[in-house]
């Protein structure tokens, strides 16, 4: 339990990056998570072969991890578009929404009852964002987007929860994001018509960003969230995600200077974010007290 922790921590802190590589790639959304993907597969499939993991799954069990993986992909171009309509930190706020859809996603998917702990706690979430978005009005565009980019996230997590039970982790990754590239080329063509750009190219400061966010920000943070996963709840997982606006929101502040950007209800909705988050652990590190003492 205290390696996956471990794990799903060192990949949070990863995914703070995330949103600020966002912010300095000029692509926009839709290219960047294309390009991004484009590098991730390719990575994937000669790291995995060369280690012996990847291997040929039936075409079914490629479908449905596909559709996760699409997902996924969803879930990434909503998030860079929030970014770029707002800020890198209203991004990452958002994100926080997450363990509310988890709680209502995975009950439904899984036929379980709700909990109600996990619904107080995400309701705290859902105040701060509220705090943020009544006050911030200017980025309520950017708000919305990211509240779209946490509900496929959610969705993502809730699903690939009974993957991991399934299937490897190698494998399980690399054919989510290599269906996720297929399916955001096939609707490539329709998103460029309607957000014309004037070059498809990357730029050479954009190329090293786009190594940087597929090698470390996806490759090293799936492989150590889907094995954190493996041990922990997709709640837990989700609501442990929280603390990515953390990280980001000061690498933010130090690079963007974006503290001066914000007003009071930020940080008060973001005081709520982070309440929700340390009372979960309390709760995990209870529960997990009380199992050891029964065993």
Avoid at 24 to 38: M, P
Avoid at 78 to 106: E, P, W
Avoid at 153 to 175: G, M, Q, R, S, W
């Amino acid at each position: 339990m205290k390696k996956a922790f471990l794990q799903l921590h060192l990949s949070v802190f990863l995914a703070g990056f995330t949103g600020i590589l966002g912010k300095l790639i000029t692509l926009n959304e839709g290219l960047l998570v294309w390009y991004r993907l484009l590098i991730t597969v390719i990575t994937m499939f000669f790291l995995y072969r060369f280690q012996g993991t990847l291997r040929r799954l039936p075409r079914r069990a490629v479908l449905r991890i596909g559709v996760t993986g699409f997902i996924v992909a969803l879930h990434w171009v909503f998030f860079y578009a929030s970014i770029k309509y707002a800020n890198v930190s209203i991004g990452v706020v958002c994100f926080s929404l997450t363990s509310l859809f988890t709680a209502l996603f995975d009950p439904l998917i899984n036929r379980r009852r709700f909990d109600t702990v996990e619904l107080l706690l995400s309701m705290l979430t859902l105040g701060g964002i509220m705090l943020i978005f009544h006050f911030d009005t200017q980025y309520r565009t950017g708000i919305i987007l990211g509240i779209l980019s946490s509900m496929f996230c959610a969705l993502f997590t809730v699903l690939n929860k009974k993957l991991v039970v399934e299937y490897d982790t190698p494998n399980i990754t690399f054919y989510e994001l290599a269906v996720g590239f297929i399916g955001i080329s096939l609707v490539m063509p329709f998103y460029l018509h309607v957000f014309p750009v004037a070059s498809l190219a990357p730029s050479a400061m954009d190329i090293v960003y786009l190594l940087l966010l597929s090698w470390f920000c996806t490759v090293l943070m799936y492989s150590l969230s889907m094995n954190a996963l493996q041990k922990i709840s997709a709640f837990t997982v989700n609501l442990c995600f929280n603390l990515e606006p953390l990280y980001t929101i000061a690498l933010a502040f130090l690079l963007f200077k974006e503290n001066k950007m914000l007003h009071n209800g930020f940080y008060a909705g973001l005081s709520l974010i982070l309440l929700s988050v340390v009372l979960q652990m309390l709760r995990v590190a209870r529960q997990s007290r009380r199992g050891a003492i029964t065993a």
